[in-house]
């Protein structure tokens, strides 16, 4: 197959595909390469050439997997011609956070110690993208540990700060920093992200793409890193809520290997869904008592996407989440079950390696909780998880800013949220508590051209809910389709 | 997340530089000293997520304090006797600006530890964290997909 509208790379020496093609959404892309007007490969080598180019200068990869994808793509170009289309990744490339299990590359977790790391197998969702024809070209950079004993700033990765596209003085957020990066940038038109409170959400809302996480339980985590299995979760980063669904259709199914895996015939989602919501169904319930602080103009930005929706047939009405200590379980919760999970590297003194100061030491704090507040705050949580469960009797998607401000600077000083009062209410720390979907998408741009996310939080297993109503917006706007100035 | 922790390959312990790792240089203590300082409001970030903006950050009032305020005596006793405890364990690798940087941390989780352990629950609150039986469940269906696995001439492995 030869695409049309190619042009050279010196560096090379190739035939590379446009920018534009490079921006294009899995489902565009994915349709182009069912009609065979575009070629696998060229496709593959034109991602791999930019991701060359502008990866490093972004910190975006931990590692380029350039043999596997022109095999990858070579063999699906084979299949297309000889007329067995898999589905709607077929040949599409991807890049995966660097804590999923890659079998022959190096697997770091974003972390010193962990730099030379192996494994002989690759992760439950590398098998399903492998079967779907899906082609790796990357394993995108993370925050060390993915957070996982504490970190203060986006410097805290093996492979430095992950610069945003959009500026390059500014941070990506974390901890799935390099796959914000990669899809901002159009190094690939989707990647792999993890979010145990808020890590897929907030380099999404901050570099200006779609992210999602879904359901607890949907997305198989074996042979992902672990910080707190009661709160682990994989999803789609990409430019538009409708590719979040057609990965997510990929990527969701049962697999015993996960102890927390949905059952068969609950874990899997088909998309587009059968019975797919009209918009004059859809109830939208805007949280007003979430954020402590909210960027104005990021507010303005949110009520002007729910005015979309309204004027397309949504019914918005203003919610409040009841008051509990929220944040305080979703925290304790990760601390506790982060020092289990990182025992051998806190009990081995490496924790020194990491090259946060909160990481080198936080894991020792973690050990000192007890068992019975462990089971307490557990308890607590299952309270917390029928009060919010209630909301959602009124309304099919709960909606809020992506993060309450645009992207902060790479070189901000230390955070120091802890010393705070408490945010009880963040809708991160709520929905990563309780296991709900969310996906955050474009809505606009700070004064800086940084840009904002608008969120939408579902009922647990209502996964389409939030995609539906992303998508809605995404119909009647072009936020997704604004590309960064970086080349 | 379910990971083999088999498969691991940490960097041989002995290429680790113990002077980085446990010993306190001059210069480390005054590294330290300076990180600490610049940390002295940030004892330990929210874990798996990101930090706030520094726009929030600034505008918080600096109080150079042991994390301690507002806690009561019995707390604050706890806290010090987690530190002791941490210190016996692994006070050969803190130095002093980690010592009082753990003792923040430790107030900080003191703080969030209070409202879970006031909240009412009965006897009967189950914790969200249980045994399920369905695990029973998950092995027939495991051996479900490896007999339609097998039908269709993939090959399974178990790990």
Not at chain 1, 131 to 145: D, F, P, S, W, Y
Not at chain 1, 157 to 180: A, E, F, H, M, V
Not at chain 1, 331 to 359: H, N
Not at chain 2, 9 to 29: H, M
Request: aromatic share 6%.
């Amino acid at each position: 197959m030869k695409s049309r509208g190619v042009v050279e790379s010196e560096e090379w020496g190739l035939d590379l595909l446009p920018e534009e093609t490079l921006f294009l959404s899995v489902r565009e892309l994915g349709d182009r390469i069912r009609a065979r007007q575009l070629s696998p490969v060229e496709l593959t080598e034109s991602y791999l050439a930019r991701s060359s180019e502008l990866g490093p200068k972004l910190n975006a990869y931990a590692c380029l997997t350039g043999e596997l994808a022109l095999r990858q793509a070579n063999a699906a170009e084979k299949e297309i011609a000889a007329g067995h289309y898999r589905g709607p990744l077929h040949s599409v490339p991807y890049a995966v956070k660097d804590l999923v299990a890659v079998q022959g590359y190096p697997t770091t977790w974003g972390a010193r110690p962990y730099a030379t790391q192996k494994f002989d197998f690759s992760a439950a969702v590398i098998e399903r993208l492998n079967r779907a024809g899906a082609v790796l070209i990357g394993k995108a950079a993370m925050i060390e540990l993915a957070g996982g004993l504490g970190y203060s700033t986006g410097a805290a990765s093996l492979t430095g700060g992950c610069k945003n596209p959009w500026n390059t003085d500014y941070w990506t957020c974390g901890s799935s920093s390099g796959s914000g990066a990669i899809v901002a940038a159009g190094l690939a038109p989707w990647a792999l992200g993890s979010d145990t409170r808020g890590s897929i959400l907030c380099p999404s809302a901050w570099c200006g793409i779609s992210g999602m996480r879904p359901s607890f339980g949907r997305v198989s985590r074996f042979g992902a890193m672990a910080i707190a299995w009661t709160m682990d979760k994989l999803g789609p980063m990409a430019r538009t809520a409708e590719d979040c669904g057609l990965v997510l259709s990929v990527l969701a199914g049962h697999d015993a290997r996960d102890l927390d895996s949905l059952p068969p015939g609950v874990a899997e989602f088909a998309y587009p869904a059968a019975n797919r919501a009209a918009a004059k169904s859809l109830r939208i319930g805007r949280l007003t008592n979430v954020w402590r602080e909210m960027d104005p103009g990021l507010d303005f930005a949110v009520n002007g996407a729910l005015k979309v929706l309204e004027k397309e047939g949504a019914r918005i009405s203003d919610v409040e989440i009841p008051d509990g200590p929220y944040e305080e379980a979703a925290e304790l919760t990760i601390l506790i079950e982060a020092a289990s999970a990182f025992r051998d590297l806190i009990a081995s003194g490496r924790c020194a390696e990491l090259a946060d100061p909160v990481g080198q030491i936080n894991g020792y704090a973690s050990e000192e909780f007890s068992a019975t507040d462990y089971l307490q705050l557990q308890r607590v949580r299952s309270f917390l998880q029928r009060q919010i469960d209630k909301l959602f009797d009124n309304f099919d998607v709960l909606a809020t800013a992506g993060q309450s401000s645009a992207a902060a600077p790479l070189n901000a000083p230390p955070d120091e949220d802890s010393a705070g009062p408490i945010e009880r209410r963040a809708p991160d720390g709520i929905s990563s508590l309780c296991g709900l979907p969310a996906i955050t998408v474009p809505c606009g741009f700070h004064k800086d051209k940084l840009p904002f996310g608008v969120q939408f939080v579902g009922r647990a297993l209502n996964d389409h809910a939030v995609i539906n109503a992303a998508r809605l917006f995404q119909n009647y706007t072009d936020w997704h389709r604004q590309r960064p100035p970086i080349h | 997340m379910p990971n083999p922790s088999s498969h691991h390959t940490l960097i041989p312990p002995e290429q680790i530089n113990q002077d980085d790792a446990s010993r306190i240089s001059r210069r480390d203590f005054g590294r330290h000293a300076a990180v600490a300082a610049a940390l002295a409001l940030s004892p330990g970030m929210v874990l798996g997520s990101p930090p706030s903006s520094p726009q929030e950050s600034k505008a918080k009032p600096e109080t150079p304090d042991s994390g301690l305020t507002g806690l009561t005596a019995e707390q604050s006793q706890e806290v010090e006797a987690r530190l002791t405890n941490i210190i016996r364990k692994y006070g050969n690798r803190l130095s002093i600006a980690q010592r009082d940087h753990l003792r923040r941390i430790l107030a900080y989780n003191e703080k969030m530890l209070v409202s879970i352990r006031a909240f009412p629950l009965q006897n009967g609150d189950p914790p969200a964290s249980v045994l399920k039986v369905s695990f029973l469940e998950q092995t027939a269906a495991s051996e479900m997909t490896e007999m339609h696995a097998a039908a269709h001439g993939e090959v399974s492995r178990r790990r």
